[in-house]
Structure formats: structure tokens, C-alpha cells
């Protein structure tokens, strides 16, 4: 079944020859502040978030692009979901190019990021109420759809008229998931999706992501910095260190190549560093986007 | 599991022609983009309801600050029927104040609110056209507006005591929706503001408001200003809406051709040019990373 099928005419939207994306010499700079100036005058000096990016996914795989904070994530996230405009390259989905095609696009991607964006006064109903009806759902269709889709996500439907602020992260992440998968996307970004949960809403997200793989023809980029997470949920695992992809293969030829037990002794063969992903770190796209 | 992930099936249908599937993806489309206008207003509405006791907060307050302005016709000494004609001019402009004051923080706030939020990515990566969304929010600004106008007008009328025998409520409501297509487009305009300075451009709207009050005639004739105020006052919509309620609230007249033809006019042309602006502010924000930024 799908919650969705009469609104959205996703099939004339598909280029089913085309890989699901499709991402060549991405770039994209932001200015930020110069540390060792400050005050009005401060000086900017460029920093690129992604440099030359090249990569493809194909329709239905799960890719997980690994990175510590400020690795460019988010951005690319944000480019392929129409957020951001890139400054070079090209990125497409299911053959539509992200800029020039936004609104098609739109109607195939949807994501769920680190903070699950909310009105906090309105209720998770309220709340995905609103984000379906952009999507042609109609109150008919909400009404039974969205408590299938919160039980789904392991969220207690009697509490689905409570406002989102009385409401725990892991629950508040749980209605974003909820979120994006009630417009039927076939592309799914997930920026972040388990970061600050507690262990076990942490699986219970992770079980859910497998099921969506498992029984849908849905294509998934997971942007994570854990590690244990991407090589359980990929099919192949991406390294995106300082803005550039450094390479993108199945987990074991990751290990086979950098002769490695870990994906994080595969970072320190990489890159000549340790593998840190502190979290709220000020090196991170968000802070790079917000202050820079 | 049966989640809505990935239904990519083509609809079952007769396999109808070129033509037919080109109509039906319009049809699709326009349908969808009226449940999303719909999205727009029920949020609202929502909102409103949480945040009721707030706004009658702010409704007291409104009525406070328009008794200060109308009790000045009573300072005047008037004979009773001039200081009535007063009185009543004047809350014609304080109610078209507050009008056009709930318009504009409506739609300033359709990027400032989801800000801070953090709803703004999720909106903007939706497939709603940027005309229906911020269509919608004017809409559902106009309305409120309206009861919010139509109770402040009432209330103050009730306690000043005026009278308004002669009153055409009709023409000046039907007046006032005419002028709220250009309100709309106006707001639109301003809209972008907060996209462009997180920090500061809401209250720049505020700013927007008062200009184009002050050179409409809010409580006082257009011709008392300087002659090249009188020319920037042709181009407000104000100017129209609140000359045009004034006649039919004070005099009974109805709606005059020469109030409502500018008034198409400038909704014809604000709210391409609104949108227009917008999209410049938006493309803007997605360039420099600023469409999520808490300010």
C-alpha cells in the first residue's frame, strides 16, 4: 500500500534509465570569517564545503557517505534537495538536474536531518498534517495515514495529539522519519538520522531504515559520522573528508584496499588522522553555513 | 511493512492520449497545489489556536493604542456631529492600520517564523509553487485581518460612542478585500526581507508599513502633505482603500470607480512583482547557505 499514490505522479517523473543520483565535479564554497581578524572588518576567506565531488548511486541501492563534522554532509544533503545552489559541477536525480528541475525533484526527495524540525506548540498530527498536505494529501487520506505511519516508526499513537515540545528527541525524531516517509519519496536523504538518540530509539530508527530498504524500491543516502551505522544499513560506504570524496565502495573492498579491520583505521589510512566526530562542533556545516 | 517509500507505479488508467495526459498531469497539479494552499491556511489556523490568549493579548493592546488616536476628536471640541465625523475618520485609519498591520507580520513571518522553527528546509524543498505558498499565507492574513478589523473597529466604535448612520459596510469591506490582493503582493515583497538579513529584516517590514501609511492619508487628507508625497500617495493602495472606506463608512457611498480601478491596477502588477522580488531573495539565500540561519 502507499499512502500517497493519486497525488503524486511520480512515475512520469522517473527516468528509469538514469541512476537514482548522479553528482560530477560538485563545488561549493562558502565565505567564513577569518579567525585572526574579528569586528566588522573582519576578513573572509573561502572555504570550500565540497570540491569536485563525483560519484553516482544507482536506483534502490543505500549509500552512506562517512565524514567527520564540517566534512561537507550536510551540504550536499542540502544540494541535492534543492536547499543550496552549487557554485560548479552538476548533480542530478533520476536524471533531473537539481537546479534547473528543482520542482521535480521535489516531488521525489524527501529528508530527515539531525534536528527534527518542528512547530513545537503543534502536535506530531499537526505537524505532518501540514508537511502532507504539500504533497496532495487531503485530511481523508491523512486521517488514517498518518497514525499507520507513526506505528510504524515505533511512536505511540495515543500520544500523537501532544505538541512536539512535550515530546522527547528520540520522539521527535521518530515523527520526522514518520515526516518524510509519508510523501513517498523514492529518494531518501538522511542527514544524521540517529545522532543524539539514546541506544535503543538509535536501533529502533536503524530497524525501521532496514525495513524501508527492504520492502520499498526507495534509494537511500545516509550521511553519517558512524561508522558501525553505515556498515550495517550500506551497500556501499563513501568518505568525504574537508569537502572531498576520497572514495566510495563496498565495505569489505574498503578494507581490502587499505589492508584494515575497521572503516576506522580505513579513515586513518586515508587521511593520516584519527577519526574524531564530536558532535555541535563549530567545524560543522552548520556552523560553517550559520557564521561564516 | 507498508510504508509509503517508494511507490513509483504507474496509475492504472485506459491509457489515455497525449492530450488527455497532459491534462490529467494539470489537473493533478492544480489539485495538489490547492490541498497545499489548504496545508497553508490549516497551520495557520492551528497556530492561531495555540497561540489564542497571546493574540487576544495583543488585541487588547490594539484597542488600547486606537482609542488613543480616536479620543483625540473629542479633544477637539467639536459640535457633536463634526466631532462624530472625526472621531470616525480617524478609527476608519487606525483600523486600516491594523489591518494592514496583521498582513504584513503574517508575511514576514512566512520566512522569520519557520526560521526559527526550523521548519523553513522542509517547506521550501515541498513541492508547492512559492505562489501558493505565500498566496496562502496572504489569504489566511487577509481573513484574520478581517475579524480582527471588524472586532477592533466595533469595540472602539461601541466605547467612544460614535455613530455611523449612514454606514455602506458592504462597499467599504468589499473595498477593503479589493485593496488586499495588493496588500498581499506588497507583503509578498517584503516577505524576502528576513531571508536577506535574518536579523533585522522582519521589522523591516514594519518599516515598509508605516511608509506607505504615512503617505496615505492614515489619519489625515492626502492634500495636507507636501505635493511630492501626494504623487508617492498615488501609487500606495492604502491610499485607496482608506479614502474609499472612509466615504462609505462616513457617507454611505458605494464603491467608486475611481477607487477601485487603481486599486486593480496595482494587484495586477504588485504580486507578479512581489513574487518576482521574492524569488531573487530566495535564490540569493540558497547561494549563501542563509535560508537556515537562526536569527
Not at chain 1, 576567506?45 to 563525483?54: F, G, I, N, Q, Y
Request: glycine share 8%; proline share 4%.
Amino acid at each position: 500500500m502507499s499512502f500517497a499514490p493519486s497525488t503524486i505522479d511520480l512515475a512520469s517523473r522517473l527516468d528509469r534509465q538514469a541512476p537514482a543520483v548522479e553528482v560530477r565535479d560538485l563545488r561549493k564554497t562558502f565565505k567564513r570569517r577569518d579567525r585572526k581578524t574579528s569586528g566588522r572588518f573582519a576578513r573572509k576567506r573561502p572555504w570550500p564545503a565540497l570540491a569536485d565531488v563525483t560519484f553516482t548511486i544507482a536506483r534502490g541501492e543505500c549509500v552512506a557517505i562517512l565524514g567527520q563534522n564540517g566534512s561537507g554532509k550536510s551540504t550536499l544533503v542540502r544540494l541535492l534537495s534543492t536547499l543550496l545552489i552549487g557554485d560548479g559541477g552538476e548533480a542530478r536525480v533520476f536524471g533531473h538536474d537539481v537546479d534547473r528541475e528543482s520542482s521535480t525533484i521535489r516531488r521525489l526527495v524527501n529528508r530527515v536531518s539531525v534536528e527534527a524540525s518542528f512547530f513545537k506548540k503543534m502536535s506530531a498530527s499537526e505537524n505532518l498534517s501540514y508537511a502532507a498536505r504539500f504533497y496532495g494529501m487531503t485530511p481523508r487520506q491523512t486521517r488514517t495515514a498518518i497514525p499507520e505511519i507513526l506505528t510504524k516508526v515505533g511512536f505511540p499513537p495515543e500520544r500523537r495529539g501532544e505538541a512536539m515540545e512535550n515530546l522527547s528527541r528520540g520522539m521527535q525524531q521518530k515523527v520526522a522519519l514518520a515526516r518524510a516517509l509519508l510523501t513517498s519519496p523514492v529518494l531518501l536523504l538522511l542527514d544524521e538520522p540517529t545522532t543524539g538518540l539514546d541506544p535503543r530509539s538509535k536501533l529502533e530508527v536503524q530497524e525501521f531504515i532496514r525495513q524501508v530498504r527492504a520492502e520499498h524500491d526507495a534509494t537511500i543516502l545516509l550521511c553519517t559520522h558512524d561508522m558501525a551505522e553505515a556498515e550495517v544499513l550500506a551497500d556501499r560506504v563513501g568518505l568525504l573528508d574537508r569537502g572531498r570524496l576520497l572514495f566510495l565502495e563496498p565495505v569489505e573492498d574498503v578494507k581490502r584496499r587499505f589492508k584494515v579491520d575497521t572503516l576506522e583505521e580505513a579513515f586513518f589510512a586515508a587521511t593520516g588522522r584519527e577519526f574524531v566526530a564530536e558532535e555541535g562542533d563549530e567545524n560543522d556545516d552548520e556552523y560553517r553555513e550559520v557564521f561564516g | 511493512m507498508s510504508s509509503g517509500v517508494g511507490s513509483t507505479e504507474p496509475p492504472r488508467s485506459a491509457g489515455p492520449g497525449f492530450a488527455g495526459v497532459g491534462a490529467g498531469r494539470l489537473a493533478l497539479e492544480t489539485r495538489n497545489q490547492l490541498v497545499g494552499l489548504f496545508g497553508i491556511v490549516e497551520r495557520n489556523m492551528y497556530l492561531t489556536k495555540r497561540y489564542f490568549l497571546w493574540d487576544l493579548a495583543f488585541m487588547v493592546w490594539t484597542i488600547a493604542n486606537t482609542l488613543t488616536i480616536v479620543f483625540i476628536a473629542r479633544g477637539l471640541h467639536l459640535p457633536p456631529a463634526e466631532e462624530n465625523t472625526a472621531a470616525m475618520a480617524l478609527l476608519v485609519g487606525a483600523t486600516i492600520w491594523a489591518f494592514l498591520g496583521i498582513i504584513f507580520e503574517f508575511m514576514t513571518e512566512t520566512v522569520a517564523w519557520e526560521r526559527w522553527e526550523g521548519t523553513i528546509e522542509y517547506t521550501f524543498m515541498a513541492p508547492l509553487s512559492r505562489f501558493v505558498h505565500l498566496f496562502g499565507q496572504g489569504a489566511f492574513a487577509v481573513l484574520y485581518g478581517l475579524i480582527r478589523a471588524a472586532i477592533l473597529f466595533l469595540a472602539v466604535a461601541a466605547f467612544i460612542g460614535i455613530h455611523a448612520p449612514n454606514a455602506n459596510y458592504a462597499a467599504a469591506l468589499g473595498l477593503l478585500a479589493l485593496a488586499s490582493l495588493s496588500f498581499i503582493g506588497v507583503g509578498i515583497m517584503t516577505s524576502v526581507l528576513p531571508l536577506i538579513s535574518p536579523e533585522k529584516g522582519a521589522q523591516l517590514g514594519f518599516v515598509c508599513q508605516g511608509l506607505m501609511l504615512v503617505v496615505s492619508g492614515i489619519y489625515y487628507p492626502v492634500s495636507v502633505m507636501p505635493e511630492w508625497m501626494q504623487w508617492i500617495s498615488k501609487i500606495s493602495p492604502a491610499t485607496y482603500a482608506i479614502r474609499g472606506c472612509r466615504n462609505s463608512i462616513i457617507h454611505g457611498t458605494g464603491l467608486v470607480w475611481a477607487d477601485v480601478w487603481p486599486l486593480l491596477i496595482i494587484a495586477v502588477l504588485a504580486t507578479p512583482i512581489g513574487l518576482a522580488v521574492f524569488r531573487v531573495g530566495e535564490r540569493h539565500a540558497k547561494k549563501h547557505g542563509k535560508l537556515k540561519r537562526a536569527g
